[in-house]
Nanobody, 124 residues
């Protein structure tokens, strides 16, 4: 069982930055791949970045070059630093963990634990 809790969302002007955090409980965090996803109103949840248990990352094109994912396995924490934010980045951002499987996945359905999400709103 893994529990996740995101924080750090808020209202920011276009061009600004935010750092999201995700606190995880459970012993499997350190050996599991993690992902950040987002969901805008009326749209499907979409992949932002995954970070493997060893810290390797894979970014989607939607925020590539504008965000950096990191993790601290000793503290059971996951982070997403977002820069040069745009209004179209407005969404609820979720962290998720995938506790099974041998290969990386960008698919929502492959992640079996999710946080409750944190709202990010980017104003013009």
């Amino acid at each position: 069982q893994v529990q996740l809790e995101e924080s750090g969302g808020g209202l920011v002007q276009a061009g600004g930055s935010l750092r999201l955090s995700c606190a995880a409980s459970g012993s499997t965090f350190r050996t599991s791949d993690m992902g950040w996803f987002r969901q805008a109103p009326g749209k499907e949840r979409e992949f932002v970045v995954l970070i493997s248990w060893s810290g390797e990352t894979f970014y989607s094109d939607i925020m590539k070059g504008r965000c950096t994912a990191s993790r601290d396995n000793a503290q059971n924490m996951l982070y997403l630093q977002m820069n040069r934010l745009k209004p179209e980045d407005t969404a609820v951002y979720y962290c998720a963990v995938r506790t099974y499987g041998r290969f990386w996945s960008t698919q929502v359905a492959h992640y079996n634990y999710w946080g409750q999400g944190t709202q990010v709103t980017v104003s013009t």
